[in-house]
């Protein structure tokens, strides 16, 4: 079958299409035949060795830890009516750049009935995040929401879900394509980062904010954390400036102000995964899928994704 490998930590030329065995189902598992790979941004930190987490594997490697399409075999132990089924899946943590992946049955969740497959996929890892997110921040009527990173596949569900909570919603994102895509999805406000004085707008528009959904990390969550009201809440899930906000809790303390970095056991997240299809199917959350490429050209996707040219999701076209 046809894969993508990772040969070394490296740039985007270091993953390189290639083909490996097709995999056989073992006791407990399914072999999923996959339509489309889910990309993240964690993914190129992983691969340029940068990953938030210490890796103990070993390369080379088949990257990807989302997928969704078609359950083709089942294993002993699973039922065989499973098969046919329409799943997203996580895949343990790599595989995904895939023809087929075997992942543990327990593991894929089912696409509702009128949610397409690639919808499916891009809310399969950004859905739940963001759902959990939301969960944690405890959002109220009225209040004013930051949403960092607001164009791309996390932050434009955040708008999304802020906005039907009843907030009003400050989007950054980085260049006016993607201002203005924030805004189609309901921010009130939406601002360029890379502009000067962004944040002197911000506050004269809102009196600053109440709750900033953090997934750059570095100096713009710094400058956002100034922008919060005493009760307000810091709510850091991605690092993708580099580094985690430079915010002591004794310095949040002291403005009132809650730091979180949220984080859920598995089944929680198969819950999220399972809200997060059905608000989809039910066309209250939309995914933006900004750009797609084709399997073999996971170094290009990679690619784009680190230069922060694509908006919402990124997603690998398997077939």
């Given at each position: 079958m046809r894969v993508?490998?990772?040969?070394?930590?490296?740039?985007?030329?270091?993953?390189?299409?290639?083909?490996?065995?097709?995999?056989?189902?073992?006791?407990?598992?399914?072999?999923?035949?996959?339509?489309?790979?889910?990309?993240?941004?964690?993914?190129?930190?992983?691969?340029?060795?940068?990953?938030?987490?210490?890796?103990?594997?070993?390369?080379?490697?088949?990257?990807?830890?989302?997928?969704?399409?078609?359950?083709?075999?089942?294993?002993?132990?699973?039922?065989?009516?499973?098969?046919?089924?329409?799943?997203?899946?996580?895949?343990?943590?790599?595989?995904?750049y895939a023809e087929l992946v075997a992942v543990d049955a327990n593991l894929p969740v089912d696409v509702p009935a009128g949610l397409a497959l690639d919808d499916a996929v891009a809310l399969l890892a950004d859905g739940r995040t963001a759902l959990m997110l939301v969960a944690a921040a405890g959002l109220r009527v009225g209040e004013r929401v930051l949403v960092e990173a607001a164009a791309g596949g996390v932050g434009t569900l955040l708008v999304q879900l802020a906005r039907a909570a009843g907030c009003r919603v400050v989007a950054l994102a980085g260049g006016d394509r993607k201002v203005?895509?924030?805004?189609?999805?309901?921010?009130?406000?939406?601002?360029?980062?890379?502009?000067?004085?962004?944040?002197?707008?911000?506050?004269?528009?809102?009196?600053?904010?109440?709750?900033?959904?953090?997934?750059?990390g570095g100096r713009l969550a710094r400058t956002a954390f100034d922008l919060l009201n005493p009760g307000g809440r810091l709510v850091s899930f991605g690092l993708a400036g580099g580094t985690w906000a430079d915010v002591s809790e004794a310095e949040a303390a002291a403005r009132q102000v809650t730091l979180l970095r949220p984080s859920a056991p598995p089944e929680r997240l198969r819950d999220w995964t399972g809200q997060a299809l059905a608000l989809g199917a039910a066309g209250r959350l939309r995914p933006v899928i900004g750009q797609r490429f084709p399997l073999a050209e996971a170094a290009d996707a990679h690619a784009a994704m680190q230069s922060r040219a694509t908006v919402g999701k990124t997603l690998l076209d398997v077939r």
């Amino acid at each position: 079958m046809r894969v993508v490998w990772l040969t070394e930590f490296g740039g985007p030329e270091v993953l390189v299409p290639g083909t490996a065995p097709e995999p056989a189902p073992g006791p407990g598992q399914v072999v999923v035949e996959v339509a489309h790979a889910n990309l993240t941004f964690v993914e190129t930190q992983f691969r340029a060795g940068r990953a938030p987490w210490p890796f103990t594997g070993s390369l080379p490697l088949v990257p990807g830890n989302g997928v969704g399409g078609t359950i083709v075999t089942a294993g002993p132990g699973v039922d065989p009516a499973i098969v046919g089924r329409r799943v997203v899946s996580t895949t343990g943590g790599t595989g995904g750049y895939a023809e087929l992946v075997a992942v543990d049955a327990n593991l894929p969740v089912d696409v509702p009935a009128g949610l397409a497959l690639d919808d499916a996929v891009a809310l399969l890892a950004d859905g739940r995040t963001a759902l959990m997110l939301v969960a944690a921040a405890g959002l109220r009527v009225g209040e004013r929401v930051l949403v960092e990173a607001a164009a791309g596949g996390v932050g434009t569900l955040l708008v999304q879900l802020a906005r039907a909570a009843g907030c009003r919603v400050v989007a950054l994102a980085g260049g006016d394509r993607k201002v203005r895509l924030a805004r189609t999805l309901g921010a009130e406000f939406a601002l360029d980062y890379r502009v000067p004085g962004w944040a002197d707008q911000v506050r004269a528009a809102t009196g600053g904010v109440d709750v900033v959904f953090d997934g750059v990390g570095g100096r713009l969550a710094r400058t956002a954390f100034d922008l919060l009201n005493p009760g307000g809440r810091l709510v850091s899930f991605g690092l993708a400036g580099g580094t985690w906000a430079d915010v002591s809790e004794a310095e949040a303390a002291a403005r009132q102000v809650t730091l979180l970095r949220p984080s859920a056991p598995p089944e929680r997240l198969r819950d999220w995964t399972g809200q997060a299809l059905a608000l989809g199917a039910a066309g209250r959350l939309r995914p933006v899928i900004g750009q797609r490429f084709p399997l073999a050209e996971a170094a290009d996707a990679h690619a784009a994704m680190q230069s922060r040219a694509t908006v919402g999701k990124t997603l690998l076209d398997v077939r």
